[in-house]
């Protein structure tokens, strides 16, 4: 059910009632949906989705870049690959292929002592939780990607299950499953705030809305969220941009993700093109999603120490897009009943990797909220406290 706020025409106060619900989700991204629809596959009544955008999936969700991949460096991020991907493929089966889903595989290279080191030690984390990822001789690479500068090469991974996904395939099929189950959504309709209770109450600019459970999905903005509730949650957004080239011969119309784990910079097709994405680690924190021509300039001077096919490609000034990472200090999201409002579920954080963990989040939030624990994932490394304490564990594969 799809619900938009009437005569909330600009100028027109919208009209102001109550409505009950069981479960407030702010935020129709990729989080957002995949809880909601968790949460109505685990029948939950009274589930309501709020978005101040006219449709869900504007936000964040639309500007990814749509990589799904499993070779990340900690436990938990693993495993909320391995399970959200499998629901991915899953939904791309049942949503007629909408998803988009190609596992095109993702290909990690460096050149240094440190990076072969770091490779190493994620290898064998993901190898010992079953993912199937090969390392691979400079040969071997040049089999999968003839394009890369194999120069002094001194390591590389490669998992062909991981792949590629349409971000708007996803916010649309999850927004279709989610409306075959019968979830409220409410749209351009702003949250104000929130508020303990009981009941809780959500404040929005159509009205009131008392419930058991509020759930901070609003991604870039889950900080403000959470401020009007006074709490402090450590999530800074930060501007990513992407850029796609003109038209590219002579490499396989099917590439990997590339990943130049010694720059930073990581490539994929794009139709005829090729798409490059680099998340500077120096970018301030920021909420402008125009595009910044100087990432062009930044690109430029690492391009060539993997993929100099591309040094003198021209950059297709239409296909150039950004949008926001929210970021922790440790690169994990934060999913947790908040201490001392459980009330409030916080579930925001996902910096770059938000579509390829959303099935998983939505299944944590769905236990903590039904059952008041999660069984199905270790919650302990997402957990809200963990900045007041020493020992963060930092996910290093951030791209
Ligand atoms: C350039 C770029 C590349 C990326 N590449 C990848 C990738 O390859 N793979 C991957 O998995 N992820 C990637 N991501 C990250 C991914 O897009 C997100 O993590 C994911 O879509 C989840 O987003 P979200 O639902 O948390 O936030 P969003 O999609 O931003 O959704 C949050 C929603 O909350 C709403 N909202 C916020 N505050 C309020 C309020 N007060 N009232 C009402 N509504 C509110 C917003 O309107 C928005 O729709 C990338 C992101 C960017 C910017």
Request: a negative charge; proline letters at 7%; charged letters at 20%.
């Amino acid at each position: 059910m799809v619900t938009r706020p009437s005569g909330s025409a600009p100028g027109r106060p919208a009209p102001k009632g109550v409505r009950s619900a069981r479960v407030v989700v702010v935020g129709a991204g990729a989080i957002g949906l995949a809880v909601a629809l968790q949460l109505r596959r685990a029948g939950m009544d009274g589930v309501i989705v709020v978005d101040r955008n006219a449709s869900p999936g504007m936000g964040s969700t639309s500007r990814a870049n749509g990589g799904v991949r499993v070779q990340f460096t900690t436990s938990v991020n693993i495993a909320f690959s391995q399970f959200t991907i499998e629901n991915l493929r899953r939904l791309h089966e049942t949503a007629s292929a909408q998803v988009g889903f190609r596992a095109v595989g993702y290909l990690f290279l460096t050149g240094t002592d440190a990076g072969e080191i770091a490779l190493r030690r994620s290898w064998e984390l993901q190898r010992s939780l079953g993912v199937d990822v090969r390392w691979l001789s400079p040969g071997e690479v040049i089999e999968i990607a003839p394009f890369v500068k194999v120069d002094g090469l001194s390591a590389a991974t490669f998992c062909g299950a991981d792949g590629i996904i349409d971000p708007h395939g996803v916010a649309s099929a999850l927004w279709t499953a989610c409306r075959s189950l019968e979830t409220t959504f409410l749209l351009d309709t702003e949250v104000l705030g929130v508020a303990a209770g009981p009941p809780a109450l959500v404040r929005t600019s159509s009205g009131d809305i008392e419930t058991e459970f509020v759930v901070n999905a609003a991604g870039p903005f889950a900080r403000q969220l959470a401020a009007t509730a006074g709490i402090d949650l450590p999530v800074i957004s930060r501007r990513r941009n992407l850029a796609c080239t003109e038209s590219v011969a002579g490499i396989p119309a099917v590439i990997p993700m590339c990943v130049d784990n010694d720059t930073g910079v990581l490539i994929r097709r794009e139709g005829a093109g090729v798409l490059i994405g680099f998340s500077d680690p120096a970018d301030p924190p920021s909420v402008d999603t125009a595009f910044d021509p100087s990432f062009l300039d930044a690109v430029a001077a690492r391009i060539g120490n993997r993929f100099p096919f591309l040094e003198d490609v021209p950059i297709s000034p239409r296909k150039c897009w950004a949008g926001l990472y929210p970021e922790t200090p440790d690169h994990h999201a934060i999913i947790d009943a908040t201490p001392g409002a459980p009330w409030l579920v916080q579930c925001a954080g996902f910096g770059g990797h938000g579509i390829m963990h959303s099935f998983a989040a939505g299944q944590a939030v769905t236990e903590l909220i039904t059952d008041g624990r999660c069984s199905t994932f270790d919650l302990h490394p997402l957990r809200l406290s963990r900045f007041a304490e020493p020992g963060a564990v930092v996910e290093t594969a951030v791209l």
